[in-house]
């Protein structure tokens, strides 16, 4: 269809640091499968839809990612139920990724938005929010 995201594709720090983190949450919450793996980079599919996530080269390293700069703040995805985000936190949190905006979990996004707000190995914020408001 005109106007679908075809795929989106993310430079990282850490390439196996980074598997590890999307591989799970991917493949075992979402149901994405890995399309293709290579020594630099892996891509998750989902229907037609994947992202791909590649090694950044050893140069250009220094320039480290912050989602305030200019580019990327996050990726936010659809979750069918408010459960699955209360499942997904305590996970989260057993696993000591980085919740954002505890203090107002799970309404973070306004008071009929309910969802989990995390941070990848490199500080992208991830999304998850469910669609059963």
């Given at each position: 269809?005109?106007?679908?995201?075809?795929h989106?594709?993310?430079?990282?720090?850490?390439?196996?640091r980074?598997?590890?983190?999307?591989?799970w949450l991917?493949?075992?919450?979402f149901s994405y499968?890995?399309s293709?793996?290579w020594?630099?980079?892996?891509s998750?599919?989902?229907?037609?839809t994947?992202?791909?996530?590649?090694?950044?080269?050893?140069?250009?390293?220094?320039?480290?990612?912050?989602?305030?700069?200019?580019?990327?703040?996050h990726?936010?995805?659809?979750?069918?139920?408010?459960e699955?985000?209360?499942?997904?936190?305590?996970?989260?949190?057993?696993?000591?990724?980085?919740?954002?905006?505890?203090?107002?979990?799970?309404?973070?996004g306004?008071?009929?938005?309910?969802a989990v707000?995390?941070e990848?190995?490199?500080?992208i914020?991830?999304?998850v929010?469910?669609?059963?408001?």
């Amino acid at each position: 269809m005109n106007g679908t995201i075809h795929h989106i594709e993310i430079y990282v720090s850490d390439l196996k640091r980074t598997i590890v983190f999307w591989e799970w949450l991917l493949t075992e919450k979402f149901s994405y499968e890995i399309s293709q793996k290579w020594e630099s980079g892996i891509s998750f599919m989902l229907g037609e839809t994947y992202i791909v996530f590649v090694q950044t080269e050893e140069k250009y390293l220094d320039n480290s990612y912050n989602r305030k700069n200019t580019g990327l703040n996050h990726l936010a995805f659809h979750c069918s139920s408010r459960e699955f985000v209360d499942t997904l936190t305590e996970e989260l949190k057993s696993k000591n990724i980085n919740i954002l905006y505890e203090d107002k979990h799970p309404y973070a996004g306004g008071e009929d938005y309910y969802a989990v707000f995390f941070e990848d190995p490199d500080r992208i914020k991830v999304e998850v929010v469910s669609d059963n408001e």
